[in-house]
Structure formats: C-alpha cells, structure tokens
C-alpha cells in the first residue's frame, strides 16, 4: 500500500479514537500527582471522540471526500478540545488536515508534509513549549517521518510501524527530560495518549474491526435515570470512623481495604493511632459497616444516595436550561462574565460579583471549548470576560474567540478559583477594556492559593513520599505538604502559602463537600493563634474531591 484514500483515513482515524478511548483510565493514572482527577486520558479521549462522531456521521451519510472529512476532524476537535492535553491533540490533528485537506490522496511524502505542520501549529498554540511533554513526541514523530520520506520509503504499513516505534522510543526518554516525571516513575501522559492514537491507526491499517458503537450519536436523547445510572457506578457515598477496640496492623489495614476494593471505588482509609477514617462509593453499604464492626465501634456515620442527588442535579440543570432558552435576550451591554467553577458555594459567589454564566468544571472535570462558546452564546454583550481558573482550561478557553462571532472575546488566564475571585473583584464597570484587562491580570499575582485533596497512590514528589490515601497540598508551585490528617496538611500548607515571598495579610478558607463548618473552622483558629495580625475568614465552597481550597494575599 502506497498512498491513503479518504474513505480509508477516515477508517484509520476512527481506530485511532477507539484505540485512545481503551486505554484512558490507564492514561490517567499516568498523570504525575496522585491526585483522584488525574485526567489527561479523559481530556484526550473526549476531544477525539467529539471529532469521531462528526466523522462517523459523513459515514453514514456516504459523504465523504478528503475535505468534508478534513473539516469534520478539524471542527471536532476544536470545538471538543479539554484541558491542555486535548488542546494540543486538536492542534495537532488541525495542521495535519491543514495539509491533506485539498489532496485526492496521501502518500508517504505527503504524510511528512503533515506531520511537520501539525508539530508546527502544536507548538504555536503553546506559550511556554515544554520538551519532555506530547510536543516532544510529536516532533520526534515527525522527524522519523521525514527521514522515512526522503530515504524514499514507499510500503505505508513499514511508514507506520517505524515512526510509531520511534514514537515509544522518544516517549521513554521523556523522563529525562522532565525530572518530575522520573521521580514519579512515569513517561508523560500525554505522549503515550499520542503513541495509543497511533496503535489504533495502525491496527486499523491492518484491517482490524472497530467498534464504532461509541462514535454513534444518541436516536433519542437519554432520561435522567438512564444518564444517572451511566455516569454512576456505585450509587452509595458511605464515611465512618471506626474507633478501634482491638490491634488493627498492616495485614488487617490492607485485608480490609481489599475488601472494599471488592465492593466498589473511590476507597479512602486511613489508619490513625485508635481510630480508622473509612470513605467508599458502593452499592451496599452495609457490607461495608459489617466488616468495620469486627474491628470496634463506629461513629460519624454518614451514607448519601448519589444517584438521587445526581438526578436531582440532572433535572435542575435540565430545568435552567430549557429556561434559558425560553428567556429573551437582554439588552445589549458592554461587559459579559464566564467563570469556570464547581460547587454551589463558589458559584454562589461569582453569581455575587456579577458572572452571567457558570460552566461547572474546574479540577474534576474540564470543560471543553464548544461549552465555553455556547455560554458565549448565552450573554448579549459586546465584551466577554472568561474566567478558567484552571491552568489545565487556559488554552481551551483560548481557542473560543475563533468560533465566536460579533462578540469581543478575552481570557483572563486565572490558574485558580481564588484568582478569578480576585480579576472580579478588580473589575470596574466604568473602566474600558484595555483597562479593565489590565487590572484583572495584575490581580492575578496578587494571590497565593492552595489545596487540600487525597493520594490514590504510592509515589514521591518533590522529595517527599506519599501513601496512598495521605493528604496533599498542593500550592501555585507544586506540592507543598503530606500528611495522614487532612487539617495538619492544610496548617501546614497555610504556614507556607502566610510566609511565601511578600507575607499575606488575609487568608480565605473555602471549605468543599466533604467538610464540615465545624473542622473547617479548626483552620481559622490555628491562624488567628499563629498568626495573629492576618485577617481569616471562612466560606462554603462546596467543591467535590478538594477539602480546602485556601487563598493567601
């Protein structure tokens, strides 16, 4: 085989999706921060798969030629692009149909073509190119491709299987290159997501089947129940204490973590002196209580019905939205709001400062670039202000002003919630844009923030060790501390952020879901005792999976 037609690249890229969509959980635990919303596989997968289904509809429809598939990648992807790794995968995908697009059909020197201008447009899109990252493997990829090119290799199939070898070969190397990856023990995520994108080309190449069921848009759209039971998996979140009455050593600390393991996910348990702290998702929570009862006694007891909060959530936002396309448009104004935030309390207080749209997201889940453009949509304004407040959505929220139009689009590149609290605080009404531009982003470095979620894994970073199921904090610079009570790592992490360069003179305690305003409140007494000159104040924030998110000015 010597050249590709656009009914066969069609094929190879939808066996790429598939490829990428199975190993995505993998993908994720490769993430270098044992962190439980390591999503670098979901971010790839999800932008591939919003380009797939675009693909598998020209197919369906027998319309395909080498432009309308081109376009279908292209938009796909950019409109479904999350977080970094899904932004630079929808790059890359976008240079390489920039070249075949006007082509009948692609042969080896044409894939070099590609390749080289998709690393090219890849690399443009990022501020700070970072080697040691997909970037890196791409243009090792490219490289191979036209060293294969111009020694006149001719057979796709021998092309395919030496750049994708060469691929591996650059990807192990990463560590090297980046010493965060080597201490974690990982190659980058986000360059093996690109080698499993290639193994499915590859194997389609040589005529396995695809399951193109996952490409399949919906005939009806889903019912809450339906949606409700396919995002949850165990429907029980269940937390306990378990005040021992009898030795509970390594051996009984791993039996019965195994056993929950047996009964559902999520698995937080952490062993302190006479007491165990248990969290699990399961289906039967009493499985759970009557295995803890062999060691002791419980108390705290707290069992939640997800699903029926899940659907409740559903219905609510179902009901707004269906709302919001029944309200009419406002008069037009000068300045619009998006904000990027999760949990009630924290969109409660973007709502407060003047936000027009909350997109739910943030850490647990990225939003993707086409959710950014229909909030866009949503607000009659001549100038749209977004908010990320996740460094991982900067360069999603980056690609919106090229699919808005008629609207004035700028990003505010705030890598936290405490800093797009403070670009809204700074914002003035009667200011213009430049101005207002200007004093949202100095806003930005005013602000030190910090914080608190769990380990899923064993690993060491930043020189210090971690235990699966220890508390982490987590800081603007990295990881700042760990220790097995979650309160001593967010006192020990506030030390830190109070001290950190210019000392703060007012630290914020946003409190999440899993917290309550009694232990929350543990934090502002240690910091009125240590520090006594520093203002403290306490909010709900309500955000899932981090226990505190703190903010130091």
Known sequence: MNSIDAKLLSKLFLGGANSLDAKKEWINELNVFPVPDGDTGTNMTMTIMSAAKEVSSLETTNDINMESLCKAISSGSLRGARGNSGVILSQL?????????????????????????????????????????????????????????????????????????????????????????????VVDSGGQGLIEVLHGVYDALL??????TSFKGDSKP??????????????????FIIMLDKVFNVKHEMDFKSFLESIGDSIVLVADDDIVKVHVHTNDPGLAIQRA???????????????????????????????????????????????????????????????????????????STEDMVLACEKINADNIFILPNNKNIIMAADQVKYLVEGKNVIVIPSKTIPQGISAMINFIPDADVESNTEAMKDALSTVKTGQVTY???????????????????????????????????????????????EPSELVTVYYGADVNEEEASKLIDYIGEKFPSVDAELQY?????????????
């Open 93 to 185: 995908l976008r240079g390489f149909t920039k070249v075949v697009k006007g082509l009948e059909v692609i042969d080896i020197p044409a894939l070099a073509d590609s390749f080289e201008k998709a690393v090219e447009t890849a690399y443009k899109a990022v501020m700070k190119p970072k080697e040691g990252t997909i970037l890196t493997v791409a243009k090792g990829i490219s490289e191979k491709a036209r060293e294969l090119a111009d020694s006149g290799c001719a057979d796709i199939e021998e092309f395919c299987k030496e750049i994708i070898a060469h691929g591996e070969a650059v990807l192990a190397k990463t560590p090297d290159m980046l010493p965060v990856l080597k201490q974690a023990g």
């Open 207 to 212: 005529g396995k089947e695809i399951d193109v």
């Open 222 to 239: 889903a019912t809450i129940s339906e949606q409700v039971e396919e995002e949850i998996k165990f429907g029980y979140c269940t937390e």
């Open 293 to 367: 009862l062999k060691y002791g006694q419980l108390s705290n007891l707290k069992i939640d019905n997800m699903r029926l909060e899940h659907e409740e959530k559903l219905f609510k936002e179902q009901e707004k939205a269906k709302q919001s396309e029944e309200t009419v448009p406002a008069e037009r104004k000068d300045y619009g709001f998006i904000a990027v935030s999760c949990g009630s309390g924290l969109g409660g207080i973007f709502t407060d400062l003047g936000v027009d749209v909350i997109i739910e997201g943030g850490q647990t889940m990225n939003p």
């Open 455 to 501: 380990a899923v894994r064993d690993t060491r970073i930043d020189d210090k060790d971690i235990k699966e199921g220890d508390f982490m904090g987590i800081g603007d610079r990295g990881l700042i501390s760990v220790n097995p009570k979650m309160n001593d790592a967010a006192c020990e992490m506030i030390t830190e952020l109070i001290l950190a360069d």
């Open 541 to 553: 924030g309500g955000q899932p999976i981090y226990y505190y998110i703190i903010s130091a000015e």
